[in-house]
């Protein structure tokens, strides 16, 4: 079956580092690889949408690649801040209008 | 600019009674539809899609329904809640037809079984 695996320990790192979360996936071919990102008590928010031909999309200070070898997504947060601390969400979605989601890796940064 | 709202926010219901929750998506038309439950700690968990007005698909066998009575409007229900019902509610919206496009959630429902 599709499992996707994000690190169930929270990344702690301090102001100014950057950030990377891992995504891994197994028995998938997805088409379309999203980051979401969920503070406590709301919904997810989308961040980045990256296709399974592009490498590596940007987007201010993130950035997020896909490697369909490795069926692998790293999302980067440079110059991390204290409000980027938040649960970041990967989906995996193929042709279908079901994506399925990761459990998220929550991200703490300390001032 | 598209929408999504639901509600209540948060609710304290006691086993057995009945559940209305409710989420209506504005400025766009004919969305795909998803009800969420999230447990603590866990994953996202789909329990309805809808594609159309009428059109319920469900995921996962369960003490809860659904229903699409409006384009935009899009309703989980259930007749007895059970204590395992407890959870946080998360409706989202989806562009029709277009695979690559990203779901947006509502704010979610805090709903405690007492």
């Known amino acids: 079956s599709q499992k996707i695996e994000q690190n169930s320990e929270a990344l702690n790192i301090q102001e100014g580092k950057t950030a990377t979360l891992t995504c891994n996936y197994t028995?998938?071919?997805?088409?379309?690889l999203q980051w979401y990102r969920q503070d406590p008590g709301r919904g997810p928010v989308f961040l980045l949408l990256?296709?399974?031909?592009?490498k590596e999309k940007r987007k201010e200070r993130l950035k997020v690649t896909f490697d369909t070898t490795l069926k692998q997504s790293l999302f980067h947060i440079t110059a991390s801040q204290p409000a980027d601390s938040a649960t970041y969400l990967c989906?995996?979605?193929?042709?279908?209008?079901?994506?399925?989601f990761g459990r998220g890796t929550s991200l703490i940064v300390h001032p | 600019s598209q929408t999504i709202h639901q509600w209540p926010a948060t609710l304290v219901q006691p086993v057995g009674s009945p559940l209305s929750l409710e989420c209506t998506v504005e400025?766009?038309?004919?969305?795909?539809l998803y009800w969420y439950r999230q447990a603590a700690g866990r994953g996202l968990q789909l329990l309805f899609y809808s594609v159309g007005i009428g059109q319920i698909s469900s995921e996962v066998p369960q003490n809860l329904s659904a229903s699409r009575p409006q384009d935009r409007q899009f309703i989980l229900s259930s007749k007895k809640l059970l204590l395992s019902d407890s959870g946080f509610y998360l409706c989202?919206?989806?562009?029709?037809?277009?695979?690559?496009?990203?779901?947006?959630f509502g704010d979610g429902t805090r709903l405690s079984i007492l």
């Open positions: 989906a995996l979605s193929g042709g279908s209008y079901i994506p399925t």
């Open positions: 989202a919206w989806r562009r029709q037809g277009q695979a690559s496009q990203p779901q947006h």
């Open positions: 028995n998938y071919s997805p088409a379309y």
């Open positions: 990256i296709r399974e031909n592009e």
């Open positions: 400025g766009t038309s004919n969305p795909n």
